[in-house]
């Protein structure tokens, strides 16, 4: 019997042995790593694994954020052939992080990463502190924790401690911004505040104990017989956000509208739920700028939490508007409250108004923030039976910060500073420019720096000189006049703060004001109001205009390109039923006085422009007083005879247009395009068809125009014109606002 051999020949022995050392040998590879970009709560057990293959047996390390870990009392890290598993028993906010993995052998490596977001408390909030404290009330503010724990702040504890018993006492758990009127306090009495901020986790550590904040009277002399709540806040301030989701007419009901501007109304509105009633601004946004704006507004108005400041409670947005729903004064304006014909003015009365305007004003100072629109308009009382006042719309509101040079070119010409009006740096101090000219006013009945025009008022404002000649400061102590003097420094820098304002001997010793009726500036004062009523429709967008023609007239070279130019007051206040002309029509590419180079407009609008613009030569309109109607010829460019096709294109815009009742308004555009475009007309998005009030007029040099007789308040609104041929089409649109008969 032949013998078996058991051995293989060289080749097939050197095959398996490659086999077999391949097997020995693997690079490390991870299959996969669980869970994925893991989001827990503080306190949870968290466990994460890794699987892989490699031979020999790899080195396995963990990494936290490129810090490795390493086993010890509260992390554990298992592993086996083909796993590794890392394990916190009870994670927290630290824990947070990129998790990396890497395996190691002599033959390669591999990683994959993690994530890793633990929901913690927040990070206690900043010291709080006191902005404002009287007999009984303390207002605290505070910064925002550093970290919000992975989720977001929703609410604020409050807690009080009187010092002397060392016990703290909850004053609210439900504080939705950084800032908190405590009220009903102890009055001389020592106290300090801490705050914890909340998420869906929990309550924070305290925040570091404020200082000690006494409670007194600052002012005991000249307070006057007022409400008791003098010093409080209408509403536990709240950090608003405009609301994308919610709608506001779901929430609120309309009242009735109380203000009125080329922009936006104001009305009166009730809370469906809560019954309370407030006022909402609704703001018309077509542009992005013009939502900017507005959000710009939102935030400075989040900051400004004061008793004699107005106050934000909710917005709503929508694509094409802005709402802001605010606290309802109801007093109207303080010039007229104090013109009414049963209240005896006297110096002591102005200054308990003037106090008032200036605590708001320091407030805003306080949080470097510059109001710039300080007028008698923007001066509310908060009842028509009361002396308490709130300063509103802070829609031109500026930020300040030192070192940093900011110049504007927006106001009302009686009010704005002479750094203003020369385009110059402005700061702080410009406010109090505007409180002195109020002050003036109110003591006076006078406008120190009004002149026949516009522009001479700006050449009077620059020249910085003004008097106390008339027979109305006869009986005006010279206190008083000093403090009117300090305001209305020409140089800015040499003007006294607003701190010094209140510090000022005529406001802190009001016990030493005459009590003597103000008879003639009382009558004065009647016809400043009268007058002021006449001008509210919008002198600032025209003056501004005049502005830089009145400029190269002085030979001024200063280049203004890059201004913020702003009408007076675009969006109307809840005093300010005022209307704002619109700009002439021009052709696209040409400036207009809105633009940013208000230097290359050579021309001005006078009062008459404002509702009875030049009449068109057509004759359909020419026995009517057609508002925005202009002969625009001269924008028309004429086809060519080697023209075969072109894309219909609108050369010259429509422009916005107001109106009141019974007038007759007229659209106007230049259209170019072969074939001739067709031309469409819509009235917010519905086409509109020739009637005995619809009239569409054409030229042969594309001129269309579209005549709106015995306007009525339904047609107010937006009107957009399509145009469009075979090779093309454009559209532009343009508002129409119309106001009742006595609306001015």
């Known amino acids: 019997m032949p013998s078996v051999s058991t051995s293989l020949d060289e080749s097939n022995y050197d095959e398996f042995e490659d086999d077999f050392e391949s097997v020995q040998k693997q690079a490390p590879r991870i299959h996969e790593i669980s869970p994925r970009n893991v989001v827990t709560e503080r306190g949870q057990k968290l466990q994460l694994q890794v699987s892989f293959t490699a031979e020999p047996k790899p080195v396995v390390r963990w990494f936290r954020d490129s810090f490795e870990i390493i086993s010890n009392k509260l992390y554990s890290i298992n592993t086996t052939e083909h796993f590794s598993r890392l394990i916190i028993e009870q994670v927290d906010g630290g824990d947070s992080g990129k998790y990396n993995v890497t395996v190691d052998n002599d033959f390669g490596s591999d990683s994959i990463d993690t994530t890793v977001t633990v929901l913690d408390v927040p990070s206690p909030p900043s010291k709080p502190y006191a902005t404002e404290t009287t007999l009984f009330t303390v207002i605290l503010s505070w910064s925002e924790p550093d970290s919000d724990g992975g989720s977001l702040v929703k609410t604020y504890k409050v807690e009080m401690c009187n010092a002397e018993e060392e016990e703290w006492q909850t004053l609210s758990e439900n504080c939705s911004s950084t800032s908190y009127c405590a009220t009903n306090l102890a009055g001389h009495n020592p106290f300090f505040f801490r705050v914890s901020a909340k998420n869906k ?43 994308t989701e919610k709608i506001f007419e779901d929430h609120y009901d309309k009242i009735a509208e109380v203000g009125k501007g080329k922009f936006g109304n104001v009305y009166k509105c009730l809370h469906k739920t809560e019954k309370e009633t407030w006022a909402a601004k609704v703001i018309k946004c077509r542009k992005k700028d013009e939502k900017l704006n507005v959000k710009n507004e939102i935030s400075i108005m989040n900051e400004l939490t004061h008793p004699k400041l107005l106050m934000l409670r909710d917005a709503y947005e929508t694509p094409k508007s ?59 009382c908060v009842r028509k039976d009361s002396n308490l006042i709130k300063i509103i719309d802070f829609g031109l509101a500026r930020r300040f910060t030192p070192g940093e040079s900011l110049k504007v070119m927006f106001g009302t010409p009686e009010f704005i500073a ?26 006076s009945g006078l406008s120190p720096f009004m002149g ?38 020409k140089n800015m820098k040499k003007r006294i703060t ?47 205009g005049r502005m830089s023609v009145w400029q190269k007239q002085r ?45 290359s407009s050579d021309t001005t609008e006078t009062d008459e ?35 075969t096709s072109a894309p219909a294109e609108i050369i010259k815009d429509m422009v916005d247009c107001e109106a009141v009742k019974g007038d007759v308004v007229r659209f106007d555009i230049a259209v170019e395009g072969h074939p001739t475009p067709h031309v469409e007309w819509l009235h917010d998005q519905s086409v509109i068809k020739e009637d005995s009030r619809h009239s569409f007029v054409a030229s042969h040099n594309g001129l269309h125009s579209l005549i709106i007789r015995d ?6 609104g937006d009107y957009t014109c399509k145009v469009a041929n075979d090779n093309g089409e454009d559209t532009c649109s343009a508002e129409l606002i119309v106001y009742g008969v006595n609306a001015f």
């Open 322 to 380: 802005m709402v802001l729903v605010m606290e309802y004064v109801g007093g109207g304006e303080l010039f007229d409250r104090v013109a009414d014909e049963d209240l005896e003015l006297t110096e002591r009365d102005c200054v308990h108004f003037m106090r008032q305007i200036c605590e708001g004003v320091r407030y805003m100072h306080e949080k470097s923030i510059m109001h710039l629109d300080l007028k008698p308009e923007n001066i509310l």
């Open 711 to 716: 306007i009525c308040e339904s047609d107010e």
């Open 452 to 489: 026949d025009s516009d522009g001479e008022t700006l050449s009077n404002v620059t020249q910085g000189d003004f008097d106390f000649d008339d027979e109305a400061f006869e009986e005006i102590s010279e206190e008083a006049r000093h403090f009117i003097e300090k305001c209305l420094l």
């Open 555 to 599: 030979g001024d070279s200063k280049s203004i390109d890059h201004s913020s130019i702003t009408s007076d007051s675009d969006i109307a206040s809840q005093s300010d039923l005022s209307v704002l002309p619109v700009s002439r029509s021009t052709s696209r590419g040409e400036t207009d006085f809105k633009g940013e180079n208000l230097e």
């Open 498 to 544: 607003i701190s010094e304002c209140i510090e000022h001997k005529w406001l802190a010793h009001s016990e030493r004001n005459s009590s003597k009726k103000l008879r003639q500036s009382l009558r004065n004062l009647k016809q400043f109001m009268a007058r002021r009523k006449w001008q509210k429709m919008g002198t600032a967008i025209r003056a501004i």
């Open 418 to 443: 002479p750094e203003v009006v020369n385009y110059e740096q402005i700061g702080l101090q410009t406010d109090i420019w505007s409180l002195g000219v109020i002050c003036y006013v109110l003591l």
């Open 609 to 643: 422009d404002v509702f009875n613009q030049s009449k068109d030569e057509d004759e359909d309109c020419e026995d009517d007083n057609c508002v925005n109607c202009e002969n625009n010829n001269k924008h028309i460019k004429t086809m060519s005879s080697g023209d």
């Open 201 to 243: 986790i929990g309550f924070s550590e305290p925040s570091p104990v404020s200082d000690v904040i006494v409670t007194k009277d600052n002012h005991p002399s000249h307070r006057l017989s007022v409400d008791s709540d003098e010093e409080e806040l209408p509403f536990t301030p709240r950090t608003v956000v405009p609301a």
